[in-house]
């Protein structure tokens, strides 16, 4: 069966300092991936999704990025964290030439 | 584009009480419609999907029916318990939108003993 591993599970970081969050998908290939940002007491945003290997596509410009270095892993990064980036951030996968979304258990931020 | 509206909670309902969530969407095309339940600070799971018109999704006493000519999808349980409390997100993919989920707002339910 496919599970979505998410790490760390929480993170507290100064504003300024770097971040880098990682998603790992097991039991399927060529996923499609997904980030997603929730505010506290807010709908999700997404961030992020990548078709393959080395595709990102961008929804929202900010200070953040991803990368997909392999087939089932997906990246989020920043070099220099805000306060507004706090908030709980969710990958998600969909098995290629699906449509039903697989979220993982998230990563929740706090910027100080 | 794609857009869902869902109810703005906080529902709180009594136990066994019956619960409704409404969601009503606008989309291109023939979306998919879904219903995500997140409990307290955990990720989101599928509670139910439709893919076509007149579709019903259930899953844990939940239903929710595709209607096509009111553009809405929305959320009903018989009896909630108070193991229902959780966040419920209305989404649709699909479309002109491939694969991309559109969410709701989302909907917090209370449901007290």
């Known amino acids: 069966s496919q599970t979505i591993h998410q790490w760390p599970a929480t993170l507290v970081q100064p504003v300024g300092s770097p971040l880098s969050l990682e998603c790992t998908v097991e039991?399927?290939?060529?996923?499609?991936l997904y980030w997603y940002r929730q505010a506290a007491g807010r709908g999700l945003q997404l961030l992020f999704y990548?078709?393959?290997?080395?595709?990102i596509s961008s929804e929202v410009p900010q200070n953040l990025s991803a990368s997909r270095p392999q087939d089932r892993q997906f990246i989020l990064s920043s070099k220099k964290l805000l306060l507004s980036d706090s908030g709980f951030y969710l990958c998600a996968w969909v098995a290629g030439g699906g449509e039903t979304q697989y979220f993982g258990p998230g990563t929740r931020l706090l910027v100080l | 584009g794609n857009s869902v509206t869902q109810m703005e909670g906080p529902v709180t309902l009594s136990e066994e009480a019956f619960l409704t969530i409404n969601c009503t969407y606008t989309?291109?095309?023939?979306?998919?419609l879904f219903w995500y339940v997140q409990y307290p600070g955990e990720g989101l799971q599928l509670l139910l999907k439709?893919?076509?018109?007149?579709d019903k999704g259930s899953n844990k006493g939940f239903e929710a029916t595709y209607r096509k000519e009111t553009t809405s999808f929305h959320l009903e349980k018989g009896s909630v318990q108070v193991s229902d409390s959780a966040v419920y997100f209305c989404?649709?993919?699909?479309?002109?939108?491939?694969?991309?989920?559109?969410f709701g707002g989302g909907t917090r339910v209370l449901v007290k003993p």
């Open positions: 989309a291109t095309g023939y979306p998919s």
């Open positions: 439709a893919t076509k018109a007149d």
């Open positions: 039991g399927t290939s060529n996923p499609n």
């Open positions: 990548s078709v393959g290997i080395g595709q």
């Open positions: 989404a649709l993919s699909g479309g002109a939108a491939g694969n991309k989920l559109t």
